[in-house]
C-alpha cells in the first residue's frame, strides 16, 4: 500500500508537471499567432505590443477559468461520490466489507486473504478504504481549484512571454524573422520536455509540436498580411 501510494503521489506529481509544459506550450503558441497575425497587417509597435498583451492576459484568464471550472466540477463529484461511498458503510457494512474483498480477489489475492485484508482495512478507515479501492480518491485530499487555475495562469504566461518578447523588444527588420525561430526553438522543447515526461517518443512529439506551431504562425502571418 506504502508503494501504491508514493507512485501514486510520483504520478500527481508528474501530471503537475506535464500540464504546466503543456500549459506553457499553449502560451507560446496562441501568443506568436496573435502578434505574428497583427505584424503581418502593420509595423506599428504600439499596435503589436498593445495586442501581445491582450492575447497573453486573455490566454491567461481564459487558461485558468477553464482550469478553475473544470476542477471544481472534478472535486464537487468526487466528494459526491465519497458521501455514496460514506452512505453505503452505513446502510450495509457488511455488504461493503464483501464488496473490497472481492476488489481484491479480482486484483488476484486469495478469497480468504481479501476478506481479512478488507476487514483490517476497514477497522482502521473504512471510508478510506472504500474510496480508494473503488473511486481512486482519498477522502479529503481533493486537488484544490484555485491551485490549479493559478498554475494554469502561470504556466501560459511564462510561454506567451517568449513571442511577446521576442517581437516587441527586436527591431523592425528582424523581429518577425526571430520569432518565429525562437518561437520554433522553444516549441522544440517543450515537445521533448512533454514526451520525456510521457515516456513517449521524443522525436515525433518535437516534429509535430514544431509544425503544428510553424502552420500557426504561417496562417495568422498571410491573414494578417492581407489587411
Known sequence: MAEEQS?????????????????????????AGIVLGVAGATTNSMTILISGL?????????????????????????????????????????????????????????????????????????????????????????????????????SFTVGAILPFLTIVLLPTPVRIQFTVLAVLAALALTGYVSAHLGEAPKGRAVLRNVVVGGLTMLVTYCVGTLF
Request: net charge negative; no cysteine.
Open 54 to 154: 491582450a492575447g497573453l492576459l486573455a490566454g491567461a484568464f481564459s487558461m485558468g477559468g477553464g482550469e478553475y471550472v473544470s476542477v471544481s466540477t472534478q472535486k464537487d463529484t468526487e466528494k459526491a461520490m465519497v458521501d455514496i461511498e460514506k452512505a453505503e458503510l452505513r446502510d450495509d457494512y457488511n455488504g461493503e466489507i464483501k464488496e473490497l474483498a472481492q476488489i481484491y480477489t479480482d486484483q488476484g489475492l486469495s478469497p480468504e486473504l481479501s476478506r481479512r485484508v478488507a476487514i483490517d482495512l476497514m477497522n482502521k478507515d473504512a471510508l478510506a478504504a472504500h474510496s480508494a479501492a473503488e473511486l481512486g480518491i482519498r477522502p479529503g485530499e481533493y486537488v484544490s481549484p484555485w491551485h490549479a487555475a493559478f498554475s494554469s495562469m502561470f
Open 7 to 31: 507512485g501514486s503521489k510520483v504520478n500527481q506529481k508528474l501530471n503537475v508537471l506535464r500540464a504546466g509544459v503543456l500549459g506553457a506550450n499553449d502560451g507560446i503558441v496562441s501568443t
